[in-house]
């Protein structure tokens, strides 16, 4: 996936990326947009930033026909919505800290520029006991836990996919150590948890820090 991220305070002037490590900018507040591309198959994607409507059909208003994107809920399971030059679920959401799946048609790619607020603040992402989806709320890239803030120890494996294998990776932390393999996850990426209690995926964060 290509992923580009700009930070922009508030008044619209540029203020430095928010690839890796965030940058310092002169106002509390900061709005910037995210550039994903998604190969054709299967991916797992967040919503980056905090957009004034969070609806799929808001986000990824420009997809191929026959795209879809599968939001995951552990009491139901998925639910689907596909794009037919328009989506069908018009009122289905994704906000930072969820996850979903996105089924690009083969042969096609489908491009999407995530604009919004960037969340600030004490962050918390609840999420419940079994498997659920999930991703950072700060649109920055890095190690899950040691950059990301989640606690390996509320977790008992995180899945990562991979478009271009259509496969999941699976890591497991060691209770009182860690990762000793440390997934990577990009920006606007989401992973699959696995936990054997509920939990919150916590971080407090700033553009300054």
């Known amino acids: 996936m290509k992923i580009k991220a700009l930070a922009i305070t508030s008044l619209l002037v540029a203020a430095g990326a928010l690839q890796g490590q965030a940058q310092e900018v002169s106002s509390a507040n900061a709005v910037g947009y995210v550039k994903k591309t998604f190969g054709a198959g299967f991916s797992l994607f967040s919503n980056p930033l905090m957009a004034e409507d969070n609806t799929v059909a808001a986000l990824l208003p420009g997809v191929p026909t026959g795209t879809v994107v599968y939001k995951f809920d552990p009491a139901t399971g998925f639910s689907s919505n596909t794009f037919v030059g328009v989506w069908l679920d018009s009122a289905m959401t994704l906000v930072p800290g969820e996850g979903a799946f996105i089924n690009v048609p083969a042969g096609s790619t489908a491009e ?13 992402t609840e999420f419940p006991a079994g498997f659920s989806l999930a991703s950072s709320q700060v649109p920055q890239a890095g190690l899950i836990a040691t950059d990301l803030g989640l606690n390996p120890a509320s977790v008992s494996n995180v899945y990562t996919f991979d478009n271009a294998t259509q496969s999941y990776s699976t890591f497991t932390p060691i209770p009182g150590l ?12 989401a992973v699959f948890l696995e936990a ?6 916590t971080r407090n964060f700033t553009v300054s820090e």
Request: net charge negative; charged share 10%.
């Open 112 to 124: 999407a520029i995530f604009v919004g607020e960037v969340p600030q603040g004490n962050l918390v």
């Open 196 to 201: 054997s209690a509920a939990g919150n995926w």
């Open 178 to 189: 860690g990762f000793l393999t440390e997934p990577t996850v990009a920006i606007g990426e």
